[in-house]
């Protein structure tokens, strides 16, 4: 169950922030610099700019070649590592729950027979015990 | 047979992670299906081709709890605690931890039941001791799943297709 290697730990540990969080959700619309980032955020760019360094050091956002703008952009290669272990955990906890759901319809349809056969003996014998 | 329900994932303090689901049966079944052995080693099962060898439940505040897994390649899991909260058929809190110590230290795992319209709604509460025990449990990967918060995530991850 463990992931293997430090990057995918850096990775959570860079996605378990709100504001990280949405840093990447703006990104994955397209390149965008440091001063476009922190406008939605009522954050300063000093702010911004160490959320932008988790981010690169967990390697989910590179900065662009060009000088003056020096554009982050989304690298989706680790989100996507992420992710399947992710989807691998939910879908242990999913196959554990679908497990309960079969478990308990069995479980009603017993509880059902058993009422029934409850009602049926409670039934007067002459009306409904069919001769044999 | 109708849709499954979603599992639901949050994160509402930085002790806790939340998982909620919604099963179609009374309260009263799901608690036994929590509390009883030989319910609870035909669902609680984890990853395919895992068992549950061992089950025990005393289950009482103060009692203890023992489960242990197997994989059909011969590993094992094991973790185990001691209840502090039965009050059948909404509630259930217990300590747990696991034989790797994957959460540094125990977690208390709080599970409620609420019954509404014949369905129930399970809402487990999983506290961390600490916050450094938590952020040591983010280190090892395994519930960093959930600090991440699934919901939220999947929200990026379909932005991130799209663009």
């Known amino acids: 169950m463990k992931p293997s290697g430090y990057s995918l730990d850096a990775t959570f540990a860079a996605l378990a922030d709100p504001t990280r969080r949405a840093i990447l959700a703006r990104l994955a619309t397209g390149e965008a610099t440091v001063s476009e980032l922190a406008e939605p955020f009522a954050m300063t760019q000093p702010a911004i700019s160490k959320h932008l360094k988790v981010l690169e050091r967990a390697g989910l956002i590179t900065r662009g070649r060009e000088a003056q703008r020096r554009p982050r952009k989304l690298e989706p290669r680790p989100l996507a590592e992420a992710t399947d272990w992710i989807e691998r955990y939910r879908k242990i906890w999913e196959a554990n729950y679908q497990r309960l759901d079969a478990l308990l319809q069995e479980m009603k349809s017993t509880q059902r027979k058993a009422v029934d056969e409850l009602v049926n003996a409670a039934k007067p014998k002459s009306k409904n015990r069919k001769r044999k | 047979m109708t849709k499954t329900e979603t599992l639901k994932l949050t994160t509402p303090t930085d002790r806790d992670a939340v998982i909620t689901r919604v099963v179609d049966a009374p309260r009263g079944m799901v608690f036994d299906a929590y509390t009883k ?61 696991f034989d790797q110590d994957w959460t540094s230290g125990e977690t208390i795992v709080a599970t409620d039941i609420v019954e509404k319209n014949g369905k129930s709604t399970i809402t487990t509460t999983i506290r961390f001791a600490s916050r450094e025990a938590r952020d040591a449990a983010l280190q090892t990967g395994m519930t960093t799943g959930m600090e991440a918060g699934f919901e939220r995530l999947e929200e990026l991850l379909k932005e991130t297709a799209r663009g």
């Open chain 2, 37 to 97: 052995p030989e319910l609870l080693q035909r669902w609680m099962l984890g990853p395919p081709g895992w068992t549950m060898p061992v089950c025990e439940i005393d289950l009482r505040v103060g009692g203890k709890y023992r489960y242990e897994w197997r994989s059909a390649e011969g590993e094992t899991m094991g973790m185990g605690g001691t209840f502090s909260e039965v009050v059948r058929p909404v509630r259930l809190v217990a300590t747990q931890v």
